[in-house]
């Protein structure tokens, strides 16, 4: 926790050195690109640290590949990658050669696109059975995720490689030895659009029709898996005592918390808990 904090507070703050490695072709004076392009490199330690931070959470971990992990695991995947091609750039003279190219489109789409898109379809199925009080369906979850999954990668990262070669962005007209790789990018990224219709009907159809979701699907230990989904508008009839520590799996006779009133409060076994009548839904 302590490496993961450090780790955050070091990128704020290197944040604010590495801008100039977007302007390495600008014509700017060399006194500034050579303590930029250092920053630049040196922010991916904080960066790697953040990564394997989150490996160790997983590791010898019991991993039930639902949907949300899917999604979980391939924006490691594909942050990791997006994070490799920005060490390459953080050097000028490889920066200078594939400036205004496709490589540059793969590497910020690895970073954004795999860094945040990823984990917002990860949080939305995630949270999807507390908001709604509804399942979804498990399997168009998972064809959701190998579309995206595979076609961006089949749109992506075939740049990296034409970029490599020469082939700039932002061009209408280009060299006819690029053709057949940019017709099957194109065909990859229509694929890749098209993969969010799974996820749209998935959310609406089984908002509408989903089978009831219960109070923990995912059988987690915070507070909000302890009450009836979706939530009661008070949460809970009395302010609940919280025991143990929040990810205690695995632990023989961990308890979490206590959700009586004290005078008539008992430690509650993690995952063992079940939802009052007057907490039930009635949506």
Known sequence: YRMMAFSLLAIVVLGFTVWAHHMFVSGMSPWIR????????????????KIFSWLATLWRGVLHLDTPMLFALGFLTMFTLG?????????????????????IVAHIHYVLFGGSLFTIFAGVYYWFPKMTGRMYDERLGKWHFWLTFVFFNLTFGPMHLIGIQGMPRRVAEYAAKFAAWNLFISISA?????STLVFLYNIVASWR????APSNPWRGLT????????????????VPTVVGGPYEYGVPGAVHGIFKPPTEAKPV????????????SHT
């Open 34 to 49: 050579i303590p930029m392009m250092i920053t630049t490199a040196i922010i991916a330690v904080p960066t790697g640290i």
């Open 269 to 280: 076994a993690a995952g063992a808990f079940s939802t009052p009548p007057s907490q039930e």
């Open 83 to 103: 994070g490799i091609s920005g060490v390459m750039l953080a050097m000028i003279p490889f920066d200078i050669h594939v400036s205004q190219t496709y490589f």
């Open 190 to 194: 229509f694929i890749l659009g098209a």
């Open 223 to 238: 507070l909000e898996w302890q009450v009836s989904s979706p939530p009661p508008i008070f949460n809970f009839d009395a």
């Open 209 to 212: 029709y989903g089978p009831r």
